[in-house]
């Protein structure tokens, strides 16, 4: 671009010398024709002079028209990349609104869904904001805290479908920790499959780099097989019943000889999961019978 200006100056200047060396063959000739009535000496002397300026004005004259029409090309082209950019920006705000009403239109999807599933629970959407984990935990942090909203350490996590996915174990202002259903510190009464037998579902730390958690102190005499369905009892006023945990994957004698364990695949993995429910308050089947007498 600095040398195309640079050319424009110079195209301006040389013009202008091309154009007085013009003026005056032209004014030399005129003179010669009106004193000799004829070219005469002075018009011959001056043809010959010119004759070289001429070619030489000629061919300044053929590269500053080439130099022009790149200056007028590249003008036109510089006025369409302008058009260009202007259309993209338009472009790209147009695609963020689109992505914004869209995410929008999700979130309020969900948030719908888990009202019609779970109409006895009050509870927060959330936003998964960032994951963490280690050989000894699994957390992540949602974007609510007691600022602005009302959750509360010990509230359980679910998804829209009411699959449950963590515990809230840690409450800032605008931001909350919650770990996962895999984590070593969680544990959760359990019902299993549809006979309703009890257990405890738990973290394990052998179990958690596979994905897996443990059901444990299975009711004595009650089978357990793969594939059985695992969801909270509501014991202990913890977390609402029936939230799904996972499926039965194996089981196993405890090494003592006493007592039953199964490993528990979680139903929902936990390290794709956008929107959460925390749920604030709920009222299991039990307490409504109570409360009902």
């Known amino acids: 671009m600095g040398r195309l200006i640079v050319l424009k ?24 024709v009106n004193v000799f009535n004829s070219k005469g000496p002075v018009t011959g002397i001056a043809d010959v002079i010119s004759r070289p300026l001429r070619t030489l004005a ?30 993209l920006t338009e472009r790209a705000r147009d695609y963020r609104e689109a992505r914004d009403l869209r995410e929008e239109n999700e979130r309020l999807r969900i948030l719908l869904k888990f009202r019609e599933l779970h109409t006895g629970y009050e509870h927060e959407q959330a936003m ?10 699994s957390s992540f942090t949602i974007d609510i805290g007691y600022a602005n909203s009302n959750i509360a350490q010990g509230n359980g996590v679910a998804t829209e479908y009411g699959v449950l996915i963590g515990q809230v174990s840690e409450v800032g202002a605008t931001t909350s ?3 996962t259903i895999l984590d070593t510190t969680f544990s959760a009464g359990a019902f299993i499959g549809d006979g309703g037998g009890t257990a405890t579902v738990k973290g394990d730390f052998s179990l958690m780099r596979s994905g897996l958690m443990m059901l444990d102190r299975i ?22 019943a029936g939230l799904v945990v996972g499926k039965v994957v194996e089981v196993f004698r405890h090494n003592t000889g006493i007592g039953r364990y199964a490993t528990v695949k979680p139903m929902r993995d936990t390290d794709t999961i956008t ?19």
């Open 219 to 240: 009711d004595d005499g009650f089978a357990v097989l793969p594939g059985d369905s695992i969801v909270t009892s509501g014991v202990g006023g913890v977390f609402p």
């Open 58 to 87: 000629s061919n300044v004259a053929r590269v500053f028209e080439s130099i022009y029409s790149s200056i007028y090309r590249y003008d036109n082209l510089m006025a369409d990349y302008e058009s260009l950019a202007r259309e």
């Open 177 to 179: 920790t919650v770990i």
């Open 275 to 293: 929107y959460v429910f925390v749920i604030t308050s709920f009222e299991n089947a039990s307490q409504a019978e109570e409360d009902a007498q």
């Open 128 to 137: 998964v904001s960032n994951r963490s984990g280690s050989n000894w935990s």
């Open 9 to 32: 100056a110079l195209f301006n200047r040389r013009s202008i010398f091309i154009a007085s060396i013009a003026v005056l063959i032209a004014l030399t000739t005129i003179i010669s």
